[in-house]
T-cell receptor
Framework: KQEVTQIPAALSVPEGENLVLNCSFT??????LQWFRQDPGKGLTSLLL?????REQTSGRLNASLDKSSGRSTLYIAASQPGDSATYLC???????????FGQGTRLTINP | EAGVVQSPRYKIIEKKQPVAFWCNPI?????LYWYLQNLGQGPELLIR????????DSQLPKDRFSAERLKGVDSTLKIQPAELGDSAVYLC?????????????FGPGTRLTVL
């Protein structure tokens, strides 16, 4: 059974810092890995999707990497801003089942 | 292009009452998902539809939960009767496989409170 873990559960950093959010998964047989952002009381916004054959994806100040062999993905946020404050969730799409398995999320706070 | 639409956004009911949630996926998306998100947790899949067929309902508590997607477009998720433990956010998502990529897009969710 695929399990996805995100560490830390919460993170608070000053504005302007670069930061890394971590995601690990137990089964390397994934189709892709997706990073989402969730604001309080809102749905999920897709940030980046990395296919299993890819190593990384970039969008603006965000860079996500994927290492299937070690079961890890990271989300790098450069020059953090208060507007980046949200909960970030990673999810692995299981091959065949086409089912997203989510981590518990990292609650990020950027302090002005 | 409109995103995934869900209604209602909020629902408060007393236990043992029935409740229904509605979802309209992104136009052209043949796959539709219902997820349950408890407070402080990631979403968990309840049911997945490919067009009008439920292809994965293994996590759906069938004694009280039911879902339908009769014409392969919009979908309804029902709980009858609701229990206190059903209080959560119910998320709908949709996707279409494009050039081998299957990216899921989520609606805003329905926050259910059972009193």
């Amino acid at each position: 059974k695929q399990e996805v873990t995100q560490i830390p559960a919460a993170l608070s950093v000053p504005e302007g810092e670069n930061l890394v959010l971590n995601c690990s998964f137990t089964d390397s047989a994934i189709y892709n890995l997706q990073w989402f952002r969730q604001d309080p009381g809102k749905g999920l916004t897709s940030l980046l999707l990395i296919q299993s054959s890819q190593r990384e994806q970039t969008s603006g100040r965000l860079n996500a990497s994927l290492d299937k062999s070690s079961g890890r993905s990271t989300l790098y946020i450069a020059a953090s801003q208060p507007g980046d404050s949200a909960t970030y969730l990673c999810a692995a799409l299981i091959q065949g089942a086409q089912k997203l398995v989510f981590g518990q999320g990292t609650r990020l706070t950027i302090n002005p | 292009e409109a995103g995934v639409v869900q209604s209602p956004r909020y629902k408060i009911i007393e236990k043992k009452q029935p409740v229904a949630f509605w979802c309209n996926p992104i136009s052209g998306h043949n796959t539709l998902y219902w997820y349950l998100q408890n407070l402080g947790q990631g979403p968990e899949l309840l049911i997945r539809y490919e067009n009008e067929e439920a292809v994965d309902d293994s996590q759906l508590p069938k004694d009280r939960f039911s879902a339908e997607r009769l014409k392969g477009v919009d979908s309804t998720l029902k709980i009858q009767p609701a229990e206190l433990g059903d209080s959560a956010v119910y998320l709908c998502a949709s996707s279409v496989r494009d050039r081998g990529i299957n990216e899921q897009f989520f609606g805003p969710g329905t926050r259910l409170t059972v009193l």
